[in-house]
């Protein structure tokens, strides 16, 4: 199963072609795609337009929709930041390490773009 990210929705909504959008144009017919609460809320929050939320709501809720937060995952999600910040990485958005930190934990691959989701591949395998 696939997570995508909302840097990826968010271009593929908006028409905008690039190896990302490519990538999720042609998974769309293959690959399970998983779509996270968090993701959707990122997505969502982004439409001025009620019709067009009303349309992304939608499609994106033919997928499989995850909750992404548990008590646990939170605190995996710190430990997890915090090592990388031992590391020198910064993590800029919580919502990313607890994205990320579900991915891992749950063995999905990630299609992001997003510069945040980088410290992260050292730990498990972004698409």
């Given at each position: 199963m696939l997570v995508v990210d909302s840097t990826v929705w968010v271009d593929y909504f908006n028409g905008v072609q690039?190896?990302?959008?490519?990538y999720l144009h042609n998974?769309?017919?293959s690959i399970p795609i998983v779509v996270g609460d968090l993701i959707l809320a990122e997505v969502l929050q982004g439409f001025r337009d009620d019709e067009h939320f009303e349309q992304a709501r939608r499609a994106l809720e033919k997928f499989t929709v995850v909750s992404m937060v548990s008590p646990?995952?939170?605190?995996?999600?710190?430990?997890?930041?915090?090592?990388?910040?031992r590391m020198g990485i910064t993590v800029r958005k919580t919502i990313d390490s607890l994205i990320a930190t579900w991915c891992i934990e749950h063995e999905h691959p990630l299609l992001h773009r997003d510069s945040d989701f980088d410290g992260y591949s050292g730990i498990w395998d972004c698409a």
């Open positions: 690039n190896p990302h959008t490519d998974a769309l017919d646990d995952l939170a605190v995996k999600s710190a430990q997890n930041y915090r090592s990388l910040r």
